[in-house]
């Protein structure tokens, strides 16, 4: 199947500080890739649509400004959380889909310190 | 807000059938029945999706109900590696839709 790979897998970083995620998709092109969040002991949570060449669907309760989305190719699309605070470490995940199948990212553990 | 509903645990013995129910009563008649599993720590992995037809391939067994409005995955000799959340979701099969999680079913595997 398609591969969706994420960087880094696991990420420290120090509160109000600003940690950059990479998703790629490495074997097929994507004019949309989605990021999830998700909690311990949670389920996923869709965060927001990238859209290559244009801005970012925020779902409701997201801060946009925070959580900043950038999806510059075809295969890349980045979220980077800007001044981060223990409230933000999580598990982030992306996923993008070929053909009718979503495929996602093996996950970013951010822990804000 | 997810529109399936799952019990929130299962026991399975190494070996035998697990099956997993879904319940999605609100479905409209373009959305198809998608199940994905989230090992710990990893991102979900697709499994099989159906629209009203009973599908299988390798993974898993999908049995949706004439009235599509429950659905039963079925992994016909589950190991432990089978140990994983498993989630059901409602999409339409369009490119770029995006997937609403619902709280999915624990599934463990015993010896």
């Known amino acids: 199947g398609a591969v969706v790979s994420q960087h880094p897998s696991w990420v420290i970083c120090k509160s109000g500080t600003s940690v950059k995620i990479e998703c790629r998709s490495l074997?097929?092109?994507?004019?949309?890739m989605f990021w999830y969040r998700q909690f311990p002991k949670q389920s996923l949570m869709l965060m927001a649509t990238?859209?290559?060449?244009?801005?970012?669907?925020?779902e409701q309760g997201v801060e946009k400004d925070k959580f900043l989305i950038n999806h510059a190719s075809l295969t890349l699309s980045t979220l980077t959380v800007t001044s981060a605070h223990p409230e933000d470490s999580s598990f982030y995940i992306c996923?993008?889909?070929?053909?009718?199948?979503?495929?996602f990212g093996q996950g970013t553990r951010l822990t804000v310190v | 807000d997810a529109k399936t509903t799952q019990p929130p645990s299962m026991d399975c013995a190494e070996g035998r059938a697990a099956n997993l129910p879904c319940n999605h009563s609100?479905?409209?008649?373009?959305?198809?029945v998608y199940w994905y599993r989230q090992i710990h720590s990893q991102g979900p992995q697709y499994i099989i999706h159906?629209?009203?037809n009973n599908e299988t391939n390798e993974m898993a067994s999908l049995i949706i109900t004439e009235d599509r409005k429950s659905s039963t995955l079925i992994l016909p000799h589950a190991t432990l590696r089978d140990t994983a959340v498993y989630y059901c979701?409602?999409?339409?099969?369009?490119?770029?839709?995006?997937?609403?999680f619902g709280q999915g079913t624990e599934l463990s595997v015993k010896p």
């Open positions: 979701i409602v999409r339409v099969e369009y490119q770029g839709g995006k997937l609403i």
């Open positions: 996923s993008a889909d070929l053909n009718t199948e979503a495929f």
């Open positions: 074997d097929f092109q994507a004019t949309t």
């Open positions: 609100t479905i409209s008649g373009n959305e198809y």
């Open positions: 159906g629209l009203k």
């Open positions: 990238s859209n290559e060449g244009s801005k970012a669907t925020y």
